[in-house]
């Protein structure tokens, strides 16, 4: 199931977070893509940029709501697939 474009237009707003998410998520080596080191970066990114998890979700998945975002990111999409969907949407 590959994750589909924005359900919504994406804002300026969209654009800034799916750079910074795509920023601190491509540091993330391939051997530490897994469930709690992308969960910790998502928290640092939350707490560090005050951007709401909602919004994390919205602008890495496309959708305002669905699957767990951490199962969609490891299990289901990839470190690839994700970073290739971050980077088209944050320009």
Do not use: C, H
Request: proline residues 2%; glycine residues 4%.
């Amino acid at each position: 199931m590959a994750i589909k474009s924005p359900s919504k237009e994406l804002s300026a707003k969209d654009k800034e977070i799916a750079l910074k998410l795509f920023n601190k998520l491509s540091k993330l080596e391939v051997k530490q893509w897994n469930e709690e080191k992308i969960l910790q970066t998502l928290r640092d990114i939350k707490n560090n940029e005050g951007i709401s998890m909602k919004d994390i979700y919205f602008v890495i998945t496309g959708r305002e709501q669905g699957l767990p975002l951490i199962e969609t990111m490891v299990r289901i999409e990839g470190r690839e697939n994700i970073l290739k969907k971050l980077q088209e949407r944050s320009s």
